[in-house]
């Protein structure tokens, strides 16, 4: 199974991509975590202590692999470069395992400067594809607001992609954006989670369920606040918040025909 996450930012997106990553992991599957996301919180997610995160080199600031894969030095302006560079030992080697998940960070090309941007893009847009398209275990991708490291030939291997919003009709346009962007690509399976639910929200989802597929409505947790607050993965600090994203997953694996 191959899942994006996305959505507007500070929905809950990469609470709800680690906690399925933890869950996933729990069964004894191998899996795969992805933080492609440049606001990285990934890790904290998942439950690796904030130290050993730190410590973590995002793919797209080392240096010496682009150049060696690509044939191109980082940011410098050259007009040739191997498009498609040798990944397929980078999932092993280069992520960190915890809690029985193997999070690989991508980091983010910085824009600017002059120089050509290509080599470092082209080694995550390959390492990204790879893993949708090659690797046999499961991945779960925290994405930025968008679809900025999906390609078309990415798009194959994407199962499906979960859009996480909260109530309000911002978060819902964001979703809408990118579900169009998706379609455009050739992502065929988009749902939404609706994300912190308090009891008023009721006629929110049931509204929001009329127009677009929605997998569950996860409600606000207090455990999960404080557990963002502490560095603290929402797995182990709310059971309940764990039950509920467990449905949620079991839904999109229905979705996808798992």
């Given at each position: 199974m191959k899942l994006a996450v996305t959505g507007k930012g500070g929905v809950g997106k990469t609470t709800v991509a680690g906690t399925m990553a933890r869950i996933l992991?729990?069964?004894?599957?191998?899996?795969?975590?992805v933080d492609a996301d440049p606001d990285a919180n990934l890790a904290s997610a998942i439950g690796i202590s904030a130290d050993k995160?730190?410590?973590?080199?995002?793919?797209?600031?080392?240096a010496q692999l682009i150049r060696e894969r690509t044939g191109a030095e980082p940011g410098a302006l050259t007009p040739v470069y191997k498009m498609n560079p040798r990944v397929d030992d980078l999932p092993?080697?280069?992520?960190?395992?915890?809690?029985?998940?193997?999070l690989l960070r991508l980091g983010t090309v910085k824009?600017?400067?002059?120089?050509?941007?290509?080599?470092?893009?082209?080694?995550?847009?390959?390492?990204?594809?790879?893993?949708?398209?090659?690797?046999?275990?499961?991945?779960?991708?925290?994405m930025e607001a968008g679809i900025e490291h999906l390609g078309r030939a990415t798009a194959r291997g994407v199962d499906a992609m979960l859009v996480v919003v909260e109530p309000g009709r911002r978060s819902v346009q964001t979703a809408e954006t990118i579900s169009r962007l998706a379609r455009d690509i050739g992502v065929s399976r988009i749902a939404l989670v609706v994300n912190k639910v308090t009891p008023a929200d009721g006629d929110f989802c049931r509204q929001l369920a009329e127009d677009h597929d929605v997998l569950g409505c996860l409600p606000f947790s207090e455990e999960v606040r404080l557990a963002d607050l502490d560095e603290q993965a929402p797995?182990?600090?709310?059971?309940?918040y764990a039950a509920e994203v467990s449905g949620i997953l079991e839904r999109a694996q229905a979705l996808i025909g798992g």
């Open positions: 992991a729990s069964r004894g599957l191998r899996v795969y975590a995160a730190a410590a973590i080199t995002p793919i797209s600031e080392m092993e080697s280069l992520s960190v395992e915890a809690h029985g998940v193997r824009k600017g400067g002059g120089g050509c941007i290509c080599p470092e893009s082209a080694l995550l847009r390959s390492l990204l594809t790879h893993l949708m398209l090659a690797e046999k275990d499961i991945v779960i991708v925290d797995y182990d600090a709310s059971p309940a």
